[in-house]
């Protein structure tokens, strides 16, 4: 009997007739991207006569963040730190957006030491803000906080400045660094030698001798949230091995409740996506976005999958542009869409991709299929 307590993830349908969609059951915008993107516009609607400025990037969106430049909005930073804006040309006159990633306590200082009011359009997600309480009360109870993130992504620059001033913190970017990490914790390698592999990556003085007796794993937002797991079990483990299971709360904290809903909910739905057949996948998300390239790794694993910033990226039936997020590379691919009297498609979208660029990418797509269905008869069985 199904447990009508637990979510569905099962994917939609969509049959246009020669093509057929099989889409996410979740994606696209969450509370914290939605909430983010609200806030920044209504800053530009109080201060039309002021200047109005993002810290970074509101989201890991290129149209959206096209848009909001088009009104007049500047980027003082970009995504990996590179300095847009000069401090010293803005003053408390300036109205300063903090994107949803959040922003480091340093950052945060200096505007309110310039009298920018930080807090009046501060979209912080309520999500990353809660892995922020929770490194505190982890350093509050002398737990060392280790955050799974990659280390110059905004967001995990600004957990790690939190929680490094409230606990001994450090950054592993995957599974295979965390396991660098747990050669400390068992005493195999030296200090001076996890200065050089995790340097830029630990707090003040972090020693792994004293540091890594009593931990917690806490994330980026948007990472994987699979691996997190399993970097947590990892950790747990060596507890046990080192100090014995009857000991293990003494060393290890249970963290789990920091992870994202919306980045758990649209993991799962790609999940249940592999369990279809289909000929592609296409992924709409930001080249610059963490969750998205997860959601692409996920479908990589069953599909030749294409990961798109935009409809634009489609050029015809047989060319569609595409990046591949492992080399950092845009890439161009001919047809792309097999030829067959059926077709049928993956169809999903990171946390930062409005739903109408997913239609857009729909839509392009069934222009290139001969006698479909209308949207408005692909739709009727909904």
Known sequence: MQDLRKQ?????????????????RHFGFC???????????????????????????????????NDLLSRGIQFILDTDGTQFIPWDSISHEDVVIIPAFGTTLQIEQLLLDKGVEVHKYNTTCPFVEKVWNRAEKLGKENYTVIIHGKPKHEETKATFSHSSSEAPSVVVRDMAEAIRLGAYLKGAKTLEDFQTEFNGQFSEGFDPTRDLQRVGVVNQTTMLATETQTIADYFKQLMIDKYGEANLRQHFADTRDTLCYATNDNQDSTYELLKTDADLAIVVGGYNSSNTSHIVELCERKFPTYFINSDHEIESKHLIHHFNYHKKQRLSTRDFLPSKPYVRIVLTSGASCPDTLVDRVMLKLVSYFDNSKTLEEALAPF
């Open 31 to 65: 509370y914290g991207v939605e909430n983010a993107i609200e806030i920044s516009y209504r800053a530009l609607e109080e201060n039309p006569n002021k200047k109005v400025y993002l810290l970074s990037q509101m989201i890991h969106n290129q149209e959206v963040n």
């Open 8 to 24: 569905d993830f099962s994917p939609a349908i969509i049959d246009f007739g020669p093509v057929q969609f099989v889409i996410a």
